[in-house]
T-cell receptor
Framework: DAGVTQSPTHLIKTRGQQVTLRCSPK?????VSWYQQALGQGPQFIFQ???????QRGNFPDRFSGHQFPNYSSELNVNALLLGDSALYLC????????????FGPGTRLTVT | GQNIDQPTEMTATEGAIVQINCTYQ??????LFWYQQHAGEAPTFLSY????GLEEKGRFSSFLSRSKGYSYLLLKELQMKDSASYLC????????????FGDGTTLTVKP
């Protein structure tokens, strides 16, 4: 039973560039939430996808966008990267939007220089 | 707004008991989570409390008082592998994904 997977593991980008991060949910899960975790802080909710639509959004600018595919996998896109976007990006999956059982992936470490 | 407070760091001795506190002020409450996160790894689910009282699960227990906006995680018989960050998170509506996390408590277990 595959858990949540994310790719790539690490990524280095230059300020102003664009980045795409990918997430495959745990088998049987259909909902994906994305979080940003800066060093020494707790994860901050970016947005959630269910049935290929954005269902909830946190306090992040429009530079952060996403997509969910029919197979429930998801992408997080960040445009016009800023130095402050450097963080660990976590994907979490669940079955439905109300289940409290949420499983996190290993994360993608993004460094913006 | 949402505000979740936890101590930044704690140290305890192997075999001992430690209590990690969490206080919260949130607009809406639909449950409180505790996660464990080892350095460089993903958070892993420890517990979920939605009603007042103590939930025990092996060496770990979690307590909730909704009227006081307070929770604690109790770790018994500490082991070296328990050295990690412990995150308190509040679910403010029925959507589990949109949880608000505290900044975590880094626990160091010493021999």
């Amino acid at each position: 039973d595959a858990g949540v997977t994310q790719s790539p593991t690490h990524l280095i980008k230059t300020r102003g560039q664009q980045v795409t991060l990918r997430c495959s949910p745990k088998s049987g899960h259909d909902t994906v939430s994305w979080y940003q975790q800066a060093l020494g802080q707790g994860p901050q909710f970016i947005f959630q996808y269910y049935e290929e639509e954005e269902r909830q959004r946190g306090n992040f600018p429009d530079r952060f966008s996403g997509h969910q595919f029919p197979n429930y996998s998801s992408e997080l896109n960040v445009n016009a990267l800023l130095l402050g976007d450097s963080a660990l990006y976590l994907c979490a999956s669940s079955f439905g939007t109300t289940s409290y059982e949420q499983y996190f992936g290993p994360g993608t470490r993004l460094t913006v220089t | 707004g949402q505000n979740i407070d936890q101590p930044t760091e704690m140290t305890a001795t192997e075999g001992a008991i430690v209590q990690i506190n969490c206080t919260y002020q949130t607009s809406g409450f639909n449950g409180l989570f505790w996660y464990q996160q080892h350095a460089g790894e993903a958070p892993t689910f420890l517990s979920y409390n939605v009603l007042d009282g103590l939930e025990e699960k092996g060496r770990f227990s979690s307590f909730l008082s909704r009227s006081k906006g307070y929770s604690y995680l109790l770790l018994k018989e500490l082991q070296m592998k328990d050295s990690a960050s412990y995150l308190c998170a509040v679910r403010s509506n029925t959507n589990a994904g949109k949880s608000t996390f505290g900044d975590g408590t880094t626990l160091t277990v010493k021999p």
